[in-house]
């Protein structure tokens, strides 16, 4: 699986977009980028995947480059409830006959303030 | 809620002691994962079953062991408990088809004393 590399930490004021950055630049054709988080010693909570194309859902947005060596993960308009670690994977999606297992990094740890 | 269910929540053994942990996953998941978070460490791979079979290995300690029974739950042992494994266990698990994102529990918090 390609390495990934997220800043340690990021701050972000309530109500105002969250904008966290991947570096995935050893990333292959068939590796899709996926985005995790966890609250404060909760387990880890699914937010979003892709693979090249840009892709949104209820919780977040993600923008993938055109040569696919970074994303972006976007939280439109963060909460307190947001503040948390963000990882960032990536990861065939499946192998025949078998799951996968995500290995986390470090992630960034979002810091949402009032 | 997501539908992956660990138990006990939180257990305080002794060094040398041997515990189980308990995972039930979502209805339909045949795979299930078990990760290990120490304050150091951060989110550890331990171990992934398929349906009952081991498919992948990671960090795993010889003094550890799991399995995943024909009802798809899953337990994971350690043994010869030392201070270093006081740590969040989680179970995961996830469908084959479809969507493969995988689902966490809350954890078990162990603490060896």
């Known amino acids: 699986d390609a390495k990934t590399t997220q800043p340690t930490s990021m701050d972000c004021a309530e109500g105002r977009a969250a904008n966290l950055p991947c570096n995935h630049s050893t990333i292959s054709g068939n590796e899709y980028v996926y985005w995790y988080r966890q609250i404060h010693s909760q387990g880890p909570q699914y937010i979003i995947h892709?693979?090249?194309n840009n892709e949104t859902n209820e919780m977040a947005s993600l923008i993938i480059t055109e040569d696919r060596k970074s994303s972006t993960l976007i939280l439109p308009h963060a909460t307190l409830r947001d503040t948390a670690v963000y990882y960032c994977i990536v990861r065939v999606t499946r192998r025949l006959n078998s799951g996968y297992a995500l290995n986390f990094g470090k992630g960034t740890s979002l810091l949402v303030t009032p | 809620d997501s539908g992956v269910t660990q138990t006990p929540k939180h257990l305080i053994t002794a060094t040398g002691q041997r515990v189980t942990l308990r995972c039930s996953p979502r209805s339909g998941d045949l795979s299930v994962y078990w990760y290990q978070q120490s304050l150091d460490q951060g989110l550890q791979f331990l171990i992934h079953y398929y349906n009952g079979e081991e498919r992948a290995k990671g960090n795993i300690l010889e003094r550890f062991s799991a399995q995943q029974f024909p009802d798809l739950h899953s337990e994971l042992n350690l043994s010869s408990l030392e201070l270093g494994d006081s740590a969040l266990y989680f179970c995961?698990?996830?469908?084959?088809?479809?969507?493969?994102?995988?689902?966490f529990g809350q954890g078990t918090r162990l603490t060896v004393v």
């Open positions: 995961a698990s996830s469908a084959i088809r479809g969507n493969t994102e995988a689902f």
């Open positions: 892709g693979l090249k």
